[in-house]
């Protein structure tokens, strides 16, 4: 199978994963140094990733077997029809009056004002009502869902192929669903010897109406515009080379269509008729997804996760968009860049963000970020329940295979909590920089143990390799509102973590600036390995507004000696 590459423009990418969309990836993070060309050529190699077919093993809804996702478009795959979904996003621009912590927190550049699903439903007309589908030729990435707090309902190692097949799906007649190599979706009608391929019709319900051009294309128009179905090629295979036949799609009633032929052919051997799929004449909708951080492990392999809001299958008529919740995504890619390894989906009935991840020398995945659901799936926990009614931080460790949670843990208050960044040890230990609005946020041993005034202080938490105790846990900021951005530790523990502020009295030690001028400030602060004094801190600014910009392979605003 040939991939076609495609150009990649610094900060966005095309991402292939079970929730198939493009993902502003905004900000790269990295366990290793000097990594920056791994982490571009990894994001580049995730463009080229193929179509493949995931197996329903409970994840859905029972009326599909198989799921695919291409640009733009899921595709599912039932025994009576294949759906192609659709879904767009209407988006406005954020306010300028929008809170300038929760700004920066959210990371989205647009606030959803409501979704737009179509759904086309391809019937097959006077079928079998029960024919096999099988998948065809198993790739080794899997895929695993974590949705929701009932561990009954988890679906892990999840397998995807490159291909699905109908058996017999009309007397003497398979149907095969496989990616073309430029990542448009074919499909075949193997028609066996002496088998009738007039049997064939399909119905396009959902759309507005269907006609063949002057190219002998099947051109169906929808609410939203024009899908087109090329040409078919209809071919035997003789003496291992490709005899063309000609035919043609041939018009019916209600909608429906099917093929002809023009030409003689040999009915003693298999014939052979394939369309292809190509929706990208009318795509341009936005989705709502994701990609928040990336890092390397020391083979080369690279993680990325972040957050979608892609729909579950359509249950109703008409077709809706699913709860319009936010779940995360982990993807690891392999470190050659020319295949996925495991895709992690994670989360409950509200939504999820993700903040930021890290990985350890034997692929376990640590993964900090905040949710909103009473149903977060935990396992091992610190913290098991949503503290109060608003968002709280969370904090998940994953298997080196990404199919079982080590631990997964809320970490918050009784109003919101926000995580930016996550850290390791050598131990295992996670280390997690975030803000918080609440005066019950979990503290232990901490250098400051209240909340200063009635706004955002930055929080720093540590929790020991089980997940279930914390090292540490601490408030760090002043009388205005502090936002903590960024956290690194060293090989004695110590933390060193960025944000800003707008705090006059934000604490400093040992500052390399004592004061702050004017707005808000960038600060640069270490912990002892202890989480309960500070090493140093200090305020980084000018006379105007100044914010940091986290990457842990390049310094965007100075560097602090120890």
Not at 342 to 356: C, D, I, P
Request: aromatic share 12%; with cysteine.
């Amino acid at each position: 199978m040939k991939y076609v590459k495609t150009n990649i423009i610094i900060l966005y990418i095309i991402i292939f994963l079970g929730n198939q969309t493009i993902f502003p990836i905004e900000s790269v993070q990295a366990n290793q140094p000097n990594n920056n060309f791994s982490d571009i050529q990894a994001t580049h190699k995730l463009t080229d990733m193929p179509l493949f077919f995931t197996e329903n093993q409970g994840q859905w809804d029972d009326i599909v077997q198989f799921r695919a996702n291409s640009v733009g478009a899921t595709m599912w795959f039932g025994s009576d029809a294949a759906y192609y979904q659709f879904t767009r996003i209407i988006e406005s621009e954020i306010s300028n009056s929008f809170d300038d912590v929760t700004l920066n927190m959210s990371k989205d550049l647009h606030q959803v004002e409501s979704y737009e699903t179509m759904l086309i439903k391809a019937k097959f007309i006077g079928a079998n009502k029960n024919p096999q589908m099988v998948g065809v030729d198993m790739i080794d990435y899997k895929c695993n869902y974590y949705l929701g707090n009932d561990q009954s309902k988890w679906a892990t190692n999840v397998p995807n192929y490159n291909a699905v097949l109908y058996e017999e799906i009309y007397d003497g007649i398979d149907l095969k669903y496989y990616d073309n190599g430029k990542q448009q979706m074919e499909y075949d009608f193997i028609v066996s010897p002496g088998a009738d391929f007039s049997q064939i019709k399909i119905q396009y319900e959902g759309v507005e109406s269907i006609a063949i051009n002057n190219n002998g294309e099947l051109i169906v128009t929808t609410m939203w515009g024009e899908v087109v179905e090329q040409r078919p090629v209809i071919y035997q295979v003789e003496n291992n080379k490709r005899v063309p036949i000609d035919g043609s799609y041939i018009q019916k009633s209600d909608n429906s269509f099917g093929f002809a032929l023009s030409s003689t052919f040999d009915s003693s051997i298999p014939l052979v008729i394939d369309p292809v799929l190509s929706y990208s004449t009318y795509l341009g909708g936005n989705q709502s997804d994701f990609g928040t951080a990336i890092t390397v492990d020391a083979s080369g392999a690279a993680y990325v996760t972040g957050h979608s809001s892609s729909t579950n299958f359509p249950m109703l008529n008409p077709y809706q968009i699913g709860d319009g919740s936010t779940d995360i995504f982990i993807t690891k890619l392999n470190s050659s860049g020319t295949g996925l390894v495991y895709s992690t989906y994670l989360g409950g009935s509200s939504s999820e963000a993700a903040g930021g991840i890290a990985v350890d020398a034997s692929g376990v995945v640590y993964l900090s970020g905040r949710t909103s659901s009473a149903d977060f799936p935990t396992h091992n926990p610190y913290q098991g329940t949503l503290n109060g009614d608003a968002e709280d931080a969370f904090v998940v460790k994953i298997s080196s295979g990404g199919d079982s949670l080590i631990y997964s843990t809320y970490l918050g208050g009784n109003n919101t909590d926000y995580v930016s960044d996550i850290a390791i040890d050598a131990l295992g230990s996670a280390y997690v920089i975030g803000a918080t609005v609440s005066t019950d946020f979990p503290t232990y041993n901490p250098y400051q143990g209240t909340i200063l005034g009635a706004t955002w202080d930055v929080f720093i938490t540590k929790l020991n390799s089980s997940g279930d105790s914390l090292a540490y846990s601490t408030y760090l900021g002043g009388s205005g509102s502090d936002w903590g951005h960024g956290i690194a530790v060293d090989g004695l523990g110590f933390a060193y973590v960025v944000g800003y502020t707008y705090s006059s009295n934000f604490p400093t030690l040992n500052a390399y600036q004592g004061s702050k001028a004017i707005g808000k400030d960038v600060f640069v602060a270490k912990l002892s390995s202890a989480g309960n004094s500070l090493i140093y801190s200090t305020y980084i600014g000018g006379n105007d507004v100044d914010a940091e910009l986290v990457n842990k392979n390049e310094t965007h605003f100075l560097i602090i000696s120890s």
